[in-house]
């Protein structure tokens, strides 16, 4: 339990919620999480699930015409073919990533990822009594690994490479040579890549394939929370190489059953042509925000090297304005009602000199907190 | 991976479903999950919360009306103060579990629980590096621990004892008497007790007090699948000591983010007086169907020896008919189209002597499978 951290923008978030309610006013860029509320089809389509009492468990894999709309989608967006019983519907992205942990990761083993990155990854391969083997990125690599990156670090215990294109917190990107280049990598030292794909979708001048157009070992995750707006739903997907598809569903029985089912039935309305526009819509909305927030903050002296291309954050580099980009960021919360995540949830690579903006609020607010920072980095 | 075992009784049910497709006539008895739909008062809280857009995340620990809401049902229903900081929604009580051996398991840490059980405990004991250390328990102590078996197995290494009551797979429950016993006995040798209590509410000829009744050191589970009724939304609670509550919130954070919104919503209306009333009744049904099916198994030959107080389970001795349950059982379905779920499942104690009849169908359809069975046996 010690070797877990806890997110420290957690009490980050808190006091900005006593702020707030002691009716002080504060810009959100800490959440990651989209302003938006889920699509209404989607929400008429869980309301109808209830209304025909689709409240019992699924099996563990999750409801066959779900799997079967999600290889359709691979089929449509990326021209890949992924049979229907490699594809395991989890809870949340974090179900997925549990079970890619659990699969391939066993007692000292290492598995090699970006530092920074999503936290929680470390910690799904601690509790599968692996090692997390975090490899400083910066922008000469877009905060990303690296086929030769792969190679330096890989000794005889590592068992597994963990990739996520987008990335939080830099939001950068892969590019499909690189990503098919890592994968062969791995996977001729007898190694598996685990592909965190849960910001697909949420690309700007870009565009992604899926990590499962080269390699059928490779895990690939994904999440109906970040482009398909269903945060709270907690509903997510996995897709494993045949060899491991009795264990993942053995595995998911044990540790969660199933996931939630109104939810299951809500997220197949996430396919239709209608749905789709609002995402497209929103994906839209995000590119503005990302087109004005990023000239906005480097003319400010924030260090943004690597464009990041997708998700919905910038990780800046801040030590123009500080040494301590913890204190840094209680400091502007405090003082200027601007909520931003300290560089310290995402790893021990520089988490002092970074900090993590997200663009999960809409332009003038947006506005409003580069308004404030300006003042207070003036003072 | 190799150490988590399938639900046998997964391949049984898709073999049941195989031969319904083809056109037979099955009883299902082999499934653990209440035939009746989620009330129709939750069902509306589930759509009013999607009308209004209550779809993003929640606090790690949970919704706090809900949490409230779980203190009062503390409060009221078995005289026990709860603080609402001590109590956390999880994703079904299998969210619950894993937080619970988390807390309390370090590598090499034994946990007491009884032979036979629910399966995922041993695994959730395995998963977090300990080992589960299953006692052989039968008729004698109503396949029960008890402080003396307790003090029997306890050895250096054991952190803490898995109680549940009811209990799975045998319906048998702990008397408070005992139960303060276990506890005390555990507490005294430095240990702590986990307390399964998802089939808390679901009790016939007895009342039960929770185990936070009698130390505020004990990690006791729920469920809103059971008594409430929730199967597929995927709720569940815990209740941490203390000195547990800060690293159950990080580890939660890290492993699930948050229980389901719109489930969390719904089940606010699980503690009305009306919703309250729709379970009562349910209860009575489940117990019309104990006091059915008991004594017609007993007539056909199986033998119960311990009077099965709550959840809806028989566990039946059928080692007069077979010494192989798993062929038994998969031969009852074939010949008779009885489906009910073989030992196996349950531990290494006599699996091969033992079934277990689920009671999660009407009574017409026990009442045919008993009539099939005695014709089976017969034969």
Known sequence: MAAIAPFHVMALLARAKELEAAGRSIIHMEI?????????????????????????????????????????????????????????????????????????????????????????????????????????????????????????????????????????????????QALAAIISTVEARGGRVIMDEIYHGLVYDTSLQTALAYSDQVIALNSFSKYYGMTGWRLGWLVAPDDCVGAAEKLAQNLFLAASTPAQYAALAAFLPETRAVFEQRRREFQARRDFLLPALRKLGFDILSIPDGAFYLYADCSRFTDDSYQFALQLLEQSGVAITPGIDFGNHSPERHVRFAYTTAIPQLADGVERLKRALAA
């Not at 691979?74 to 809870?91: A, F, H, K, N, S």
């Not at 179900?95 to 990155?117: K, N, S």
């Not at 083997?133 to 905060?143: F, L, N, Q, R, S």
């Open 32 to 176: 990651g999480e989209p302003d938006f509320p889920t699509a209404a089809p989607i929400v008429r389509a869980g309301q109808r699930a209830l209304s025909e009492g689709r409240t019992r468990y699924t099996a563990a894999a999750g409801l066959p015409e779900l799997r079967q709309a999600i290889g359709g989608h691979y089929r449509d967006r990326y021209g890949v073919e992924v049979p229907t019983r490699r594809i395991l519907i989890t809870p949340g992205a974090s179900g997925a990533l549990q079970l890619a942990t659990a699969l391939l990761v066993g007692p000292g083993d290492r598995v090699l990822l970006a530092d920074p990155g999503y936290p929680c990854n470390r910690h799904f391969v601690r509790l599968a009594e692996g090692e997390a083997v975090g490899i400083p990125v910066g922008p000469a690599t877009a905060y990303q690994l690296t086929a030769e990156l792969v190679e330096r670090y890989w000794d005889e215990r590592t068992a597994a490479v963990l990739l996520a294109s987008p990335a939080n917190p830099t939001g950068t990107v892969i590019p499909p």
